[in-house]
């Protein structure tokens, strides 16, 4: 009896062990997915309609911390520019320094260096612009649209200025990568640019870091949970081995 009775307690300290390993990684999961989030993405809200819909007016986004010099066509990014009010904006990559930027060709579409770009992403389907317009991208500069062109206020507006229309690289404080509210969606790099030169910006950690949170407290409830279970499980069967049969007394 006191062989088996060290053997349930052995098995109720091991279950107690591996509870505790599990809340303990778990927490390391959570808490550090949490801080990993914190120094690499920033809460935005976006200020207006012109990037529908894709993100709304008043949606909050998670835009990671980059510099300009990464930024690939496609990227949806937030800036700041005197030119254009010198607030933050979030606006669509289209073009970058050297490239040819013309609208529209004859199905409707943005041509990027001569290429036609399909953009599933605009509000108004199969028309890229409501108006014709050419820019050519000086060197260091970035040429950006909104994706609902009938009331972006974008590149187009300033095409007159010195750079035809574009921000430097250095206005690029981040990169939107997800729509943390209300929606709860990930914004993906569109595969039309991917054929261009560079080709798109790899995706952020983002799911990685969700995927880190949500196993910790997967983690977390499976050893809340196991450690009394196990604890139950031992001394329900040392009561049953301690009782002594009716017939022997």
């Excluded at 254009?84 to 073009?95: E, L, S, T």
């Excluded at 709860?184 to 950690?205: D, E």
Aim: contains cysteine; aromatic residues 6%; glycine residues 14%.
């Amino acid at each position: 009896m006191s062989g088996t009775g060290r053997t349930e307690d052995g098995r109720g300290r091991l279950g107690s062990m591996l509870s505790g390993l599990a809340v303990a990684v778990g927490c390391v999961l959570f808490l550090g997915g949490f801080a990993w989030a914190a120094v690499v993405y920033r809460p935005y809200t976006v200020p207006t309609e012109s990037m529908t819909p894709t993100v709304n007016a008043g949606d909050r986004v998670l835009a990671q911390r980059v510099d300009g010099a990464e930024v690939r066509r496609g990227d949806v990014v937030v800036f700041t520019d005197p030119a254009w009010g010198d607030m933050p904006m979030v606006k669509r990559v289209v073009g970058i320094g050297g490239d040819k930027i013309a609208c529209c060709e004859k199905d409707g579409r943005l041509t990027v260096n001569g290429i036609p770009i399909e953009e599933p992403y605009l509000q108004t389907a199969g028309l890229a612009s409501s108006n014709d317009f050419t820019a050519k991208v000086p060197q260091g500069q970035l040429f950006l649209l909104g994706d609902d062109r009938r009331v972006s206020l974008d590149s187009r507006v300033h095409l007159e200025d010195r750079g035809q229309g574009s921000v430097p690289r250095s206005a690029v404080t981040a990169r939107v990568d997800a729509v943390a509210w209300p929606l709860g969606s990930m914004i993906g790099r569109p595969r039309a640019f991917a054929a261009l030169p560079g080709g798109v910006s790899s995706a952020g950690p983002l799911k990685l870091q969700l995927g880190a949170v949500v196993g910790g407290v997967v983690l977390i409830l499976v050893g809340a949970g196991y450690g009394p279970v196990a604890a139950r499980s031992g001394r329900s069967k040392r009561n049953k081995q301690g009782k002594v049969p009716a017939g022997v007394r």
